[in-house]
Nanobody
Framework: QVQLVESGGGLVQTGGSLRLSCAAS????????MGWYRQAPGKQRELVAT???????TYTDSVKGRFTISRDNGKNTVYLQVNSLKPEDTAVYYC?????????WGQGTQVTVSS
Protein backbone atom coordinates (compact mmCIF):
# COMPACT_ATOMS: atom_id res chain seq x y z
CA GLN A 1 0.00 0.00 0.00
CA VAL A 2 1.38 3.37 -1.03
CA GLN A 3 1.55 5.95 1.74
CA LEU A 4 2.68 9.56 1.49
CA VAL A 5 3.22 11.64 4.61
CA GLU A 6 3.89 15.37 4.30
CA SER A 7 5.46 17.66 6.87
CA GLY A 8 7.06 21.08 7.11
CA GLY A 9 4.17 23.45 6.60
CA GLY A 10 3.52 26.42 8.83
CA LEU A 11 2.86 30.13 9.17
CA VAL A 12 5.44 32.48 7.70
CA GLN A 13 5.63 36.14 6.76
CA THR A 14 5.84 37.38 3.20
CA GLY A 15 9.31 36.70 1.87
CA GLY A 16 9.88 33.77 4.19
CA SER A 17 10.88 30.20 3.41
CA LEU A 18 9.87 26.68 4.30
CA ARG A 19 10.96 23.20 3.31
CA LEU A 20 8.18 20.72 2.78
CA SER A 21 8.95 17.01 3.00
CA CYS A 22 7.06 13.96 1.80
CA ALA A 23 8.06 10.52 3.01
CA ALA A 24 6.89 7.71 0.74
CA SER A 25 6.42 4.02 1.37
CA UNK A 26 4.92 1.13 -0.55
CA UNK A 27 6.68 1.88 -3.84
CA UNK A 28 10.10 1.43 -5.39
CA UNK A 29 10.73 5.08 -4.71
CA UNK A 30 13.67 5.61 -7.03
CA UNK A 31 11.51 4.85 -10.09
CA UNK A 32 8.39 6.67 -8.90
CA UNK A 33 7.49 10.03 -10.44
CA MET A 34 6.63 12.48 -7.67
CA GLY A 35 5.01 15.88 -7.48
CA TRP A 36 3.59 18.63 -5.31
CA TYR A 37 0.17 20.17 -5.75
CA ARG A 38 -1.60 22.85 -3.78
CA GLN A 39 -5.17 23.88 -3.11
CA ALA A 40 -6.15 27.32 -1.86
CA PRO A 41 -9.55 27.96 -0.24
CA GLY A 42 -12.28 28.08 -2.87
CA LYS A 43 -9.92 27.10 -5.68
CA GLN A 44 -9.13 23.95 -7.59
CA ARG A 45 -6.07 21.88 -6.77
CA GLU A 46 -3.18 22.93 -9.00
CA LEU A 47 0.11 21.35 -9.96
CA VAL A 48 3.12 23.12 -8.45
CA ALA A 49 6.14 20.99 -9.38
CA THR A 50 7.11 17.51 -10.53
CA UNK A 51 10.25 15.43 -10.48
CA UNK A 52 10.79 12.34 -12.57
CA UNK A 53 12.66 9.21 -11.55
CA UNK A 54 15.69 10.58 -13.40
CA UNK A 55 15.48 13.90 -11.58
CA UNK A 56 13.98 16.01 -14.34
CA UNK A 57 11.87 18.81 -12.86
CA THR A 58 8.98 20.97 -14.00
CA TYR A 59 7.33 23.97 -12.34
CA THR A 60 4.20 25.99 -12.77
CA ASP A 61 5.04 29.50 -13.96
CA SER A 62 3.99 31.26 -10.77
CA VAL A 63 6.64 29.48 -8.67
CA LYS A 64 9.59 29.34 -11.09
CA GLY A 65 12.70 30.78 -9.50
CA ARG A 66 11.20 30.58 -6.00
CA PHE A 67 10.41 26.90 -5.42
CA THR A 68 12.72 23.91 -5.85
CA ILE A 69 11.65 20.27 -5.92
CA SER A 70 14.20 17.59 -5.12
CA ARG A 71 14.32 13.97 -4.08
CA ASP A 72 16.49 11.76 -1.88
CA ASN A 73 16.07 8.19 -3.06
CA GLY A 74 18.04 6.89 -0.10
CA LYS A 75 15.45 8.36 2.26
CA ASN A 76 12.39 7.74 0.05
CA THR A 77 11.62 11.42 0.42
CA VAL A 78 10.73 14.28 -1.91
CA TYR A 79 11.18 17.89 -0.88
CA LEU A 80 9.79 21.23 -1.90
CA GLN A 81 11.90 24.21 -0.90
CA VAL A 82 9.66 27.27 -1.01
CA ASN A 83 11.35 30.67 -0.91
CA SER A 84 10.24 34.27 -1.31
CA LEU A 85 6.75 33.28 -0.22
CA LYS A 86 3.79 35.47 -1.11
CA PRO A 87 0.30 35.59 0.41
CA GLU A 88 -1.04 33.98 -2.76
CA ASP A 89 1.07 30.89 -1.99
CA THR A 90 -1.21 30.20 0.98
CA ALA A 91 -2.71 26.74 0.44
CA VAL A 92 -2.70 23.15 1.54
CA TYR A 93 0.23 21.47 -0.20
CA TYR A 94 -0.18 17.84 -1.25
CA CYS A 95 2.41 15.27 -2.20
CA UNK A 96 1.54 13.13 -5.23
CA UNK A 97 2.91 9.87 -6.61
CA UNK A 98 2.11 7.75 -9.63
CA UNK A 99 2.54 4.03 -9.12
CA UNK A 100 1.35 1.34 -11.54
CA UNK A 101 -0.78 3.94 -13.26
CA UNK A 102 -2.60 4.96 -10.08
CA UNK A 103 -2.54 8.33 -8.34
CA UNK A 104 -1.69 8.55 -4.66
CA TRP A 105 -1.96 11.57 -2.36
CA GLY A 106 -0.75 12.57 1.04
CA GLN A 107 -2.93 14.17 3.66
CA GLY A 108 -1.59 17.65 2.94
CA THR A 109 0.36 20.24 4.91
CA GLN A 110 -0.87 23.80 5.41
CA VAL A 111 1.26 26.73 4.30
CA THR A 112 0.01 30.15 5.38
CA VAL A 113 1.79 33.32 4.32
CA SER A 114 0.92 36.49 6.18
CA SER A 115 1.22 39.91 4.58
Amino acid sequence: QVQLVESGGGLVQTGGSLRLSCAASGTIFRITPMGWYRQAPGKQRELVATISSSGRTTYTDSVKGRFTISRDNGKNTVYLQVNSLKPEDTAVYYCHAIWYGNDYWGQGTQVTVSS
